[in-house]
């Protein structure tokens, strides 16, 4: 089945830490990955995706996330987090061409809480 | 920039009563689709819907939800008679094509007493 997995739930920093998110994906066929946030009382906004070309995907507010495709993997990192980055963060993966208007399965998400 | 945009932000209603959530896609995509998210859980899909069907839905879109694009820029989700676990936030997505981005809406709050 696809699915998507996110193998922290709560990921406690300091400010100034560096910050790697882990995401799993199933099957092996075509995809496009994403990164989304969702800050407290908010609707969500995408970080960065990635559709093709480079793995290594640059996105908004410093973050980047590389897709290893030997891995499944799609982990999202930034080199150093701040108080305003506490949030939940949600990988995401479409399958395209698997239906006529393909849905996007998102991962349980991970908690980021920052200590200034 | 365009964006997608949902009312109302904030619907309560009781249990057993009918509502209408309302998006308004970007106005030349053709896919749309709707997601909710249980406080405290992940968003999962609901239904996607392009060329005036519905594509695919999931096994949470029984027979109480039902979609329509009443007039080619509204996209509605009505659920028929709702039930206390159908307290969520709802949120509609639109896309240019399958393989494009999907943008999301602000969302619906549902809170059904």
């Known amino acids: 089945a696809q699915s998507v997995s996110q193998h922290n739930h709560h990921v406690i920093l300091s400010e100034a830490a560096s910050l790697e998110l882990g995401c799993n994906y199933s099957?092996?066929?075509?995809?496009?990955l994403f990164w989304y946030v969702q800050y407290p009382g908010q609707h969500l906004q995408l970080l960065l995706k990635?559709?093709?070309?480079?793995?290594l995907v640059k996105g908004i507010k410093g973050f980047e996330a590389e897709f290893i495709k030997s891995k499944f993997s799609f982990n999202l990192r930034k080199p150093s987090v701040q108080w305003s980055d506490t949030a939940e963060y949600f990988c995401?993966?479409?399958?395209?061409?698997?239906?006529?208007?393909?849905?996007?399965?998102f991962g349980s998400g991970t908690r980021l809480s920052i200590r200034p | 920039e365009p964006e997608v945009t949902q009312t109302p932000s904030h619907q309560v209603t009781q249990m057993g009563q009918e509502v209408i959530l309302r998006c308004v896609p970007i106005?030349?995509?053709?896919?749309f689709y709707w997601y909710r998210q249980i406080l405290g859980q992940k968003v999962e899909f609901l239904v996607s819907?392009?060329?005036?069907?519905?594509?695919?839905k999931s096994e949470i879109f029984d027979d109480q939800f039902s979609v329509e694009r009443p007039d080619g820029s509204n996209f509605t989700l009505k659920i028929r008679s709702t039930k206390l676990e159908d307290s969520a936030m709802y949120f509609c997505?639109?896309?240019?094509?399958?393989?494009?981005?999907?943008?999301f809406g602000p969302g619906t709050r549902l809170t059904v007493l």
């Open positions: 819907f392009y060329n005036n069907e519905i594509s695919e």
């Open positions: 990635y559709f093709s070309g480079d793995p």
């Open positions: 099957y092996g066929g075509t995809v496009n």
């Open positions: 997505a639109s896309a240019q094509g399958d393989a494009n981005e999907q943008f």
């Open positions: 995401a993966v479409n399958y395209p061409g698997y239906s006529s208007a393909s849905k996007i399965i």
């Open positions: 106005s030349n995509h053709l896919y």
